[in-house]
C-alpha cells in the first residue's frame, strides 16, 4: 500500500515538475521553452486543415471567356530573295505564302472581336474560328499601332461575348486568368496574379508607343496575342500582348494591355476608324528613385511643345507633374494609361509641383495635328483598288524615311496588277512624297488616263523599289 501511495507521489511530483518547466498555453497545449520561443510536443499539435486555406473557383470564369475568345489565322504574301537567280547576278525576288496566327476576344453579340495590331498587320486574309468550331472570314475595321490594338468583324448575330471589367480596379496580387490559343494548340486557359500594374517597357523598335500594361505570371506563349485577360467573374480586363524572355518562351512575366484604354481605342475604331490620341504637349524625365528608397518616381516636365494646351495653360520647364484630374500620376505607364482616357477637344486638370508648391492648370487636349477636331481614318478611301495606313514617327525614323504610308489592303486594282503586297510603304508617287490616301488621290487623280504613275516606296526591311505603269 505504502508502495503504491510512494509512486503516485513521484508521478505527481514528476508530472508538476514537467509542466512547470514547459507550460500550458491558454488551449491546454504543452509547451517547451526554448529560450523565448516555445516548441509544441507533435502530440499536442494539429496542423490546418487543407479546407481552412481558401482559394479562388476560377472554374465559371473559364467557362465563360473559353467560348468568347476565337483562334485568328492570317494569310498573306511575303517577298523572299532567290538566292539561284542571285548566282547569276540576278537580283530576283519572289512572293511565297506565309501564315501567321493569334488570339482574339469577341466583344458585342454581333461579331466585333478585338485583337492585337501585329497579329493582323499586313495580312490579305483573315479566318477566325470560333470555340464551337465555325470558321468566318473577318474584315478589319480599324487598326491602332500606338497600342498595338485592332478591330476585327466577322458576319454574325448573337455570339458569347466578354462584358469589359474596369482594369483600374485590379489589385497586385489578385488573380486572373489568360484564355487563348497558344502555338496552334486551340483553347487554353492558365492562371496567375497581377504582378504590377501601369508597366511602362520601352520596347526597342516597336511602334506601341502608349505602354501601360497589366504584368502577370499566367503564362502565355506565341499564339496568346490577341486573347482575353480576365479577373475571378469572367470580365475582360485586358488584352494579353507580350512576354519578356530570352529564349521567346514563357519565363514567367507576361503583359497586357488594360481595359480601360481597349475599351475606349474600340468606341473611336467603330465611330472614326482610327484611334483619337490626346496629347498634352509635354515631355518628360524621368526620376526614378532607388529600390531602396523611400521617395517616389516623379515626371520632371523637360519640355512643352507650342501650339498645344499645356503651353497656353501656363505650364512651364521643370515643373513636376503630380496628378490629372485628381488621379495621383508618378510614372510614364500611369501618364500614359490616364491621358489614354480623353479626346482631342476634352479639358483636363494637370496639378504640378511648381516652387514647392502644388498648383493645377486646366488643359485643352489636341490631337496630332495641334487642333481640338476628331481625327478621321483615309484607310477607307480606295485609290485604285487599294487601302492605306498612316505611318507612326517611330516607324519613319527606323526606317529612314521622311515620309510615307503603308498598303493596308491592295485590293485587285492598279496597285495589285504592279505586283505591289500588302504592308509595302509608299514614299512617293510621281516623285511627290506622301503621307497618306488623301496624297495619293490628289495625284492620282491629276494623272489622265494612259499616263504613267511612277511609285517609290520601301517594304518591311527598308529596301527600296519601285514600280511605273500607264494609268
Not at 471567356?65 to 511575303?78: G, K, P
Request: proline fraction near 3%; hydrophobic fraction near 40%.
Amino acid at each position: 500500500m505504502f508502495f503504491v501511495a510512494f509512486c503516485g507521489g513521484v508521478i505527481a511530483v514528476v508530472t508538476y515538475a514537467r509542466i512547470a518547466q514547459n507550460g500550458i498555453d491558454e488551449n491546454g497545449n504543452i509547451y517547451t521553452h526554448l529560450g523565448t520561443s516555445r516548441l509544441y510536443q507533435q502530440a499536442a499539435f494539429e496542423p490546418h486543415s487543407i479546407r481552412d486555406v481558401s482559394f479562388p473557383d476560377l472554374t465559371l470564369a473559364a467557362e465563360k471567356a473559353v467560348n468568347c475568345v476565337v483562334h485568328v489565322r492570317v494569310r498573306s504574301m511575303q517577298e523572299v530573295r532567290n538566292p539561284w537567280a542571285e548566282l547569276f547576278g540576278q537580283n530576283q525576288r519572289q512572293q511565297v505564302p506565309r501564315e501567321g496566327f493569334g488570339s482574339g476576344v469577341i466583344v458585342s453579340a454581333d461579331g466585333y472581336i478585338v485583337t492585337n495590331n501585329h497579329v493582323v498587320r499586313r495580312s490579305e486574309e483573315i479566318e477566325v474560328r470560333l470555340n464551337d468550331g465555325r470558321v468566318y472570314t473577318a474584315k478589319v475595321i480599324g487598326t491602332d499601332p500606338s497600342t498595338d490594338l485592332a478591330l476585327l468583324k466577322i458576319e454574325e448575330t448573337n455570339l458569347h461575348f466578354l462584358n469589359f471589367g474596369d482594369s483600374e480596379t485590379l489589385r497586385v496580387g489578385e488573380w486572373v486568368l489568360a484564355v487563348g490559343n497558344p502555338l496552334n494548340l486551340g483553347s487554353t486557359v492558365t492562371a496567375g496574379i497581377v504582378s504590377a500594374k501601369a508597366r511602362f517597357l520601352q520596347i526597342p523598335r516597336s511602334p506601341i508607343q502608349v505602354e501601360s500594361f497589366i504584368q502577370t505570371d499566367a503564362a502565355i506563349n506565341q499564339g496568346n496575342s490577341g486573347g482575353a485577360l480576365v479577373n475571378i467573374r469572367g470580365e475582360l480586363v485586358g488584352i494579353n500582348t507580350l512576354i519578356i524572355s530570352q529564349s521567346a518562351g514563357f519565363t514567367g512575366n507576361s503583359f497586357a494591355i488594360p481595359s480601360g484604354i481597349v475599351e475606349k481605342i474600340i468606341v473611336d475604331l467603330k465611330e472614326f476608324g482610327v484611334a483619337q490620341r490626346a496629347l498634352t504637349g509635354l515631355n518628360f524625365a524621368v526620376r526614378d528613385p532607388s529600390n531602396f528608397s523611400n521617395e517616389k518616381a516623379e515626371l520632371y516636365i523637360e519640355e512643352v511643345l507650342e501650339g498645344f494646351g499645356s503651353a497656353e495653360a501656363g505650364i512651364k520647364v521643370g515643373d513636376v507633374l503630380t496628378a490629372i484630374n485628381d488621379v495621383p500620376v508618378n510614372t510614364l505607364g500611369e501618364f500614359y494609361q490616364e491621358i489614354s482616357k480623353y479626346r482631342p477637344g476634352e479639358n483636363v486638370k494637370i496639378s504640378v509641383i511648381r516652387d514647392q508648391k502644388t498648383q493645377p492648370f486646366m488643359v485643352v487636349l489636341r490631337n496630332i495635328e495641334g487642333t481640338t477636331q476628331a481625327v478621321r481614318s483615309e484607310n477607307s478611301e480606295m485609290v485604285l483598288g487599294a487601302t492605306f495606313e498612316s505611318l507612326t514617327q517611330r516607324e519613319r525614323r527606323d526606317l529612314g524615311i521622311s515620309s510615307g504610308v503603308r498598303v493596308q489592303n491592295v485590293g485587285e486594282g492598279w496597285f495589285s496588277s504592279l505586283g505591289i503586297r500588302n504592308g509595302f510603304i509608299i514614299t512617293a508617287v510621281n516623285d511627290q512624297p506622301v503621307n497618306s490616301a488623301r496624297d495619293i488621290k490628289a495625284i492620282v487623280d491629276t494623272v489622265n488616263d494612259g499616263e504613267r504613275i511612277l511609285v517609290n516606296g520601301v517594304n518591311a526591311r527598308g529596301q527600296v523599289a519601285f514600280f511605273a505603269r500607264s494609268k
